[in-house]
């Protein structure tokens, strides 16, 4: 049994939460900032006076809910709406992997002569632990390096090897110095504008978040107006392309940021539905395949990957258990076809096929949506948006084929179909669409 009042439920709308949700959240504040009387009440919600309940949620919502985008990492203020998740790339894997393999082939060669990832020389140090302190040991077994540490809590730059039992780091050139072991990186696609432009000019073309360090431990919101902070910088790989670089980041959902006489114009922009029409790039389904062709960017092996858009369509087939796959996040690939009256024009069966990583089924509702109640299951007749990137593949018979990726699901509440409940004892799962297609 869940508890929530006016507070709770305006937190647990600005962060798209349930009310099981919040009421987690906030029990965990109440437990960490006001202990004795947590323990008092039980150490439930239930056991609090209302009082202290509507106190607490006030107090709540005033030193964690209410910080803002602009109090938090560098750069200018930005505004707009996150529609999808491209993915998070180690940008230290392909370096560490090499390390570990070539330590764990022969140690005494790896730590001589380093190794090789790419077209990157990579130096590497042994590392011990003793008397609270970690240490990096050259091919000489001199000490280069010393930090101070707790056995048990790895420094971020020492990497396990042989399960556990030692350990490496990965030096900087001057072979002494170690790097950081990981260093994830979080890219997020982006519509909006600086805030100080939006109400003027509104929303920019899509653009890409790039989120490391902090920022890369946070999995922002989709589909919810959001404030916060970057630096608008060239690609490394594109220099004519501007992307938003985020080291830290700290964001604000809702439209605290717009004038109140703006607030009814800006509620309605921010409406999924119109956003995602207006400012996403849409492409009909059936015109996709033309609209890759003329955008794609072709690989020297002679693959090509297209641009990110939006599409729209009616659901005809889900698939919710998926299949494993190791290169997708999350570990599973799932998949569901969309059809629309343009794609079955000259073919009635026509529908376009669509991979969905288990990322954003379980961590965006991909293949849920928000009604007044909660998120619910949705089945196949739902209409829904869908942020992809597109990509082309040969089959057997030489014919061109289009795929799609999911970086983004939103189903439009009101034309979406709720799954029906099925009892937790009953294996019949026949009136759900989630069988073959």
């Keep these: ?102 330590a764990e082939f022969n140690m005494g060669n790896a730590l001589r002569d380093g190794c090789m990832a790419g077209n990157r020389a990579v130096k590497i140090g042994r590392v011990s632990f003793s008397e609270g302190k970690w240490r990096v040991h050259n091919a000489a077994d001199a000490v280069v390096f010393t930090e101070d540490g707790k056995e048990g809590e790895l420094a971020r730059w020492c990497i396990p090897i042989h399960g556990g039992n030692t350990y490496i780091a990965m030096l900087k050139d001057d072979g002494k110095s170690p ?100 400012f996403g790039s849409f492409v009909d389904l059936g015109e996709a395949f033309d609209y890759h062709m003329e955008n794609r960017t072709m690989l020297q092996s002679g693959k090509d990957f297209g641009p990110v858009f939006v599409v729209s369509g009616v659901v005809d087939y889900i698939d919710h258990d998926g299949k494993e796959n190791q290169w997708t996040e999350g570990g599973f690939k ?35 949506v928000k009604k007044a109640d909660g998120w619910k299951p949705y089945t196949k007749g739902s209409r829904v948006w869908v942020v992809v990137r597109t990509r082309t593949w040969t089959s057997d018979n030489g014919d061109v084929n289009l795929n799609l990726d999911a970086k983004g699901v939103y189903a439009m509440p009101l034309r979406s179909i709720v799954a029906p409940d099925v009892s937790p004892a009953s294996s019949d799962l026949s009136n759900l669409d989630y069988g073959d297609a």
């Design 179 to 278: 790097k950081i072991a990981s260093l994830p990186k979080r890219t997020w696609f982006f519509v909006g504008n600086r805030k100080d432009a939006f109400l003027k000019e509104g929303p920019q073309p899509m653009m890409e978040i790039e989120c490391s360090f902090e920022a890369a431990e946070e999995d922002l919101n989709l589909f919810r107006p959001i404030l916060f902070r970057a630096e608008a910088e060239p690609a490394w790989n594109n220099p004519d392309k501007t992307i938003l670089k985020a080291t830290s980041i700290s964001p604000d959902y809702g439209l605290d940021w717009v004038p109140e006489e703006a607030l009814p114009a800006a509620t309605a922009m921010f409406s999924p539905d119109q956003f995602m029409a207006q």
């Design 1 to 102: 049994m869940t508890k929530v009042n006016d507070t709770l439920k305006r937190i647990a709308d600005k962060n798209g939460w349930s009310d099981k949700e919040v009421s987690e959240h906030f029990g965990s504040f109440v437990a960490e900032s006001f202990p004795e009387v947590w323990a008092a009440s039980g150490n439930t919600l239930l056991g609090l006076s209302e009082d202290d309940f509507d106190f607490f949620s006030s107090s709540w919502e005033v030193t964690t809910e209410r910080r803002t985008g602009g109090g938090g990492g560098k750069g200018d203020e930005w505004v707009g709406m996150v529609i999808g998740y491209d993915r998070t790339m180690d940008t230290m894997g392909r370096q560490r992997e090499a390390a570990v393999s070539a």
């Design 334 to 368: 799932h998949s569901m076809t969309l059809t629309s009256q343009s794609l079955r024009r000259d073919d009635p069966s026509a529908q376009m096929w669509i991979d969905v990583s288990r990322h954003l089924v379980s961590k965006h509702n991909a293949f849920k």
